[in-house]
């Protein structure tokens, strides 16, 4: 039998040796065929189905469109929200990705972050470098991802499950009395430091204004459509202060901060309307700090929870 074959973008003609099915010639030319996918680097030829993956910062991504990865770094295989026994397959990396460990997985696809080290991954695999923030919001992210991997219909599907799961909190929510048309904002305080954040680095950022549709106080817009995230002063707390502060709380030691509490006492704290009306929302830094897909689909309850907790 004789079997023409076509894969990738254009036509390719192979040959089908005696014996050899029509499916198993199907399935090998899905995991052997290209498509070229304009990154930030350059145009890259992607497989089509990629088996071995080595990927940075973007784990979650990959995971939730069933792609298989291989290799990764301990900030993304510490992700509490992962299927555990998968990540458990990972190996770690390291954290710049060490070179040497990435060539002795053998990848056929590479993800990054970072320029670091990019030049040498691009000599082991087709690289895809993806820089932080590249992304606005999660929903134009994972279709990005979908569109790169060859997953179009997985991350609608995932999208479709957001919107139907944010749709239902946001309905809890209305009926709590949460003014949906009030200013939310996202705080840090680490190491005596306040930080203001903005939608797109975690902190349940996603899950307030893609997925529930509530608004950013005007200045933390201006810092989401910059940076995304900026130190500020306590005496300027006043200028960003939304209607609901949403706070994280980061020590290195996991133990409750004296400057926190601290803080607390000043004049400046007790005069924003957000304490004064009760709206200080202190959201748990390890359930929140993760802003993948999976990552967010998970916090839209915990965030929903939240708010409504304010109201009793």
Not at 9 to 33: F, H, L, M, R, Y
Not at 110 to 123: N, P, R
Not at 180 to 197: D, I, P, Q
Request: proline share 4%; glycine share 8%.
């Amino acid at each position: 039998m004789i079997a023409v074959i076509l894969t990738g973008c254009g036509a390719k003609v192979e040959i089908a040796s005696p014996g050899t099915s029509q499916t198993e010639n199907a399935s090998e030319a899905e995991t052997k065929g290209t498509h070229t996918f304009k990154a930030v680097n350059g145009e890259i030829e992607i497989p089509d189905a990629p088996q071995r993956v080595v990927v940075r910062t973007y784990l979650g991504e990959l995971m939730v469109l069933g792609v298989p990865v291989v290799g990764s770094e301990e900030w993304s295989l510490g992700n509490p929200y992962l299927d555990k026994d998968k990540v458990a397959q990972i190996k770690d990396v390291g954290y710049p990705m060490n070179i040497e460990e990435i060539l002795a997985l053998e990848p056929d696809l590479i993800i990054t972050d970072s320029e670091e080290g990019l030049a040498e991954m691009e000599k082991i695999a087709p690289t895809v470098f993806i820089p932080f923030n590249t992304n606005r919001d999660i929903k134009s992210s994972i279709r990005y991802f979908g569109e790169m991997l060859n997953k179009q219909s997985e991350a609608e599907a995932w999208i479709t499950e957001f919107e139907t799961e944010t749709a239902k909190q946001a309905e809890r929510l209305k009926e709590a009395g949460i003014d949906m048309n009030a200013s939310v904002g996202l705080f840090e305080f680490a190491n005596g430091k306040v930080y203001a954040f903005g939608d797109n680095m975690g902190r349940g950022g996603q899950v307030l204004t893609t997925g529930l549709g509530m608004k950013l106080q005007e200045k933390l817009q201006e810092v989401s459509d910059g940076q995304g995230w900026a130190e500020i002063s306590i005496e300027a707390l006043s200028e960003y202060a939304p209607d609901y502060m949403f706070v994280t709380v980061y020590t290195a030691n996991g133990e409750p901060s004296k400057d926190v509490e601290e803080m607390k006492k000043t004049s400046i704290w007790k005069s924003l309307s957000a304490v004064q009306n009760n709206r200080v929302i202190e959201l748990p830094f390890d359930k929140v700090y993760y802003y993948d897909p999976i990552a967010v689909l998970q916090q839209v309850k915990i965030v929903t929870d939240s708010l409504i907790n304010t109201m009793k």
